[in-house]
């Protein structure tokens, strides 16, 4: 079992372009947590996905941010005209169902310039 | 709302003695607690996690923890700290609900173990 795996690990964009970051949950797993980590701070929640479905985005910015998990691939977490405040890791985790713990991946680390 | 707080940015402590990081947490109804470490330009490990049943709780790598209902608390601890154990460490809590198992983390703290 790979585990929880993201990719890139590393993404650069420059101001005004759009980031994909994408999460394949464990074998298994059917729920995804999306988490932004800022420099010097804990982990926010930001959405919590089902295949095909949304289930809490009250972590998510109002715009500019959308996330999928569609029914076949990863989920992705987009971010259209990003700004440098968008810089940070992103952290997916996965569970098999509520309330059996997450397993994280490795982040993915943003860098707006 | 839920809330987690690490009253110490930075926990130092010398090899073989016993260490403790703090966490203490705020919410309505039976939490469900963890304790997660990161090492640097890594994801989170899982260390160990309170549901139900006995407060002390044990967990990967030598680590404890014990849930203190009255006090709100759930610090994090090992009898006997290694070098090896130096890494950022992060409490965080939920609350199982129809939303899924949303964590709210704290802010974390640096343990650093020093010969």
């Known amino acids: 079992n790979a585990g929880v795996m993201q990719n890139p690990r590393h993404l650069v964009r420059r101001r005004g372009q759009e980031a994909r970051l994408r999460c394949s949950p464990m074998k298994g797993h059917s729920h995804v947590y999306w988490y932004r980590q800022l420099p010097e701070e804990g982990l926010k929640f930001m959405v919590y996905l089902q295949k095909e479905n949304i289930i809490d985005e009250s972590g998510m910015p109002k715009e500019r941010f959308s996330a999928e998990f569609p029914k076949e691939g990863p989920s992705i977490l987009r971010i259209q005209q990003v700004v440098r405040g968008d810089s940070a890791a992103y952290f997916c985790?996965?569970?098999?169902?509520?309330?059996?713990?997450?397993?994280f991946g490795s982040g993915t680390r943003l860098t707006v310039v | 709302a839920q809330s987690v707080a690490q009253p110490e940015d930075q926990v130092n402590v010398a090899e073989g003695n016993p260490l403790t990081v703090k966490c203490t947490y705020s919410?309505?109804?039976?939490?469900?607690l963890f304790w997660y470490v990161q090492y640097p330009n890594r994801g989170l490990q899982f260390l160990l996690k309170?549901?139900?049943?006995?407060?002390l709780v044990k967990g990967s790598y030598g680590f404890e923890a014990e849930f203190n209902k009255s006090q709100t608390s759930f610090h994090l601890k090992k009898p006997s700290a290694l070098v090896s154990d130096s890494a950022l460490y992060f409490c965080?809590?939920?609350?199982?609900?129809?939303?899924?198992?949303?964590?709210?983390f704290g802010t974390g703290t640096q343990l650093k173990v020093e010969l």
């Open positions: 985790a996965s569970s098999p169902q509520d309330g059996y713990g997450y397993t």
């Open positions: 965080a809590v939920s609350l199982l609900t129809g939303g899924g198992n949303k964590l709210t």
């Open positions: 919410v309505s109804g039976n939490p469900y």
């Open positions: 309170y549901i139900t049943g006995d407060n």
